[in-house]
């Protein structure tokens, strides 16, 4: 019988058996799956797992600090924080096509996590091997990215389709069959905060797939500077549960007319996405109050350097997927 107790103890038990003696590492991503994974994967085998987190500078405002802290601390989890901001903006250069990008993340996530690899048997010698990759995937992450059965790739999800084929890793998926609410639960159950468990969703390549255009790191930093007072407004106004996620979106290829002060401006659109949903699959727009939407635009053309222009997206999915790419 399915209670999340059940869930939790299977799953303990499969990872135990996969893993025996040898070592796993998991890539954490300040999201809640990769948490809910590690933790899991951590309680099953404890020392024998290492935790990777990948600063690829595709993070939101404050992240990184956040699983430093939030998450070591409430887990005790070994961690590892390889700094490869310089390596994604390389290979992401130039590259504005969403699927393009999303390989090129995958790919170099893989990359990192293979030197990460290199470097824990190198610290420790005569133990024995790191085969593992523990993966946050979730059950809707199979199907849209063409796993399930008759679906076909709507997008490559960084830790599905977006794995490359010379995968050296054998993998540990444990929420693979399950959706977000039940991870959350999972989580709960693995006594993770609230701060990490109620999060709202943010997907693995990051700010990468919400500028529409290529990545530089001026444009990152745009787009992280919108994205937190955005964040900053919705939990002002206390929103954070009543919205699924919120994305902010830089049309970075995009440029209008405005003005401010006296003079005129040529600057690019930032697009707030704010949906309700129940898992991801299905999405509507959040009817939001419209005083916390002036605020929010209000700030960002104020604050936000060649932003002269807050949009809302009005559409649902289907046929709009939550994320612009
Ligand atoms: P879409 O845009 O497909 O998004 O409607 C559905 C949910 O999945 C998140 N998402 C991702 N999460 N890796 C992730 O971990 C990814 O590559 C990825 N792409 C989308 C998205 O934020 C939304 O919650």
């Known amino acids: 019988d399915w209670t999340t107790g059940n869930i939790v103890e299977e799953q303990l038990t499969a990872i135990r058996e996969q893993v025996g003696t040898k070592r796993a590492i998991c890539g954490l991503s300040g999201g809640v799956d990769s948490a ?33 802290k939030d998450f070591v601390a409430a887990t005790g989890v070994q ?34 996590f293979e030197q990460a690899q290199a470097e824990i048997i190198a610290e420790a010698p005569g133990d024995q091997p790191v085969e593992f990759l523990v993966q946050g995937t979730l059950y809707p992450d199979v199907v849209e990215s063409g796993g399930g059965s008759g679906t076909a790739n709507i997008k490559s999800h960084h830790n599905v389709g977006g794995l490359p084929e010379d995968l050296e890793f054998q993998l540990i998926e444990p929420l693979r069959q399950l959706f977000k609410d039940e991870v959350r639960m999972v989580g709960q159950e693995l006594g993770l905060p609230d701060e990490i468990v109620q999060r709202q969703p943010f997907p693995g390549p990051g700010l990468g797939i919400r500028i529409v255009g290529d990545v530089t790191k001026e444009r990152l930093d745009l787009l992280r500077e919108a994205d937190a007072i955005a964040r900053e407004e919705l939990t002002a106004a206390g929103l954070d549960r009543e919205i699924w996620q919120c994305p902010v979106v830089l049309l970075a290829d995009v440029r209008s007319v405005g003005v401010q002060g006296d003079g005129r401006t040529y600057g690019h659109p930032i697009v707030l996405r704010p949906v309700s949903s129940e898992d991801a699959m299905t999405a509507d727009w959040t009817r939001m109050p419209y005083d916390v939407l002036a605020k929010i635009s209000t700030r960002i053309t104020n604050e936000v350097a060649d932003v002269n222009r807050v949009v809302l997206d009005v559409t649902s999915k289907p046929p709009g997927t939550i994320e612009w790419e």
């Open 36 to 68: 809910v994974a590690a933790a899991l994967v951590q309680k099953a085998i404890g020392s024998q797992l290492t935790c990777v987190y990948v600063d690829h500078g595709l993070m939101r405002k404050g992240e990184t600090e956040q699983v430093e």
């Open 79 to 112: 961690l590892k924080v390889v700094d490869a901001q310089e390596r994604f903006l390389t290979a992401l250069a130039g590259v504005s096509d969403p699927e393009q990008k999303r390989k090129i993340i995958g790919r170099e996530f893989i990359r990192v």
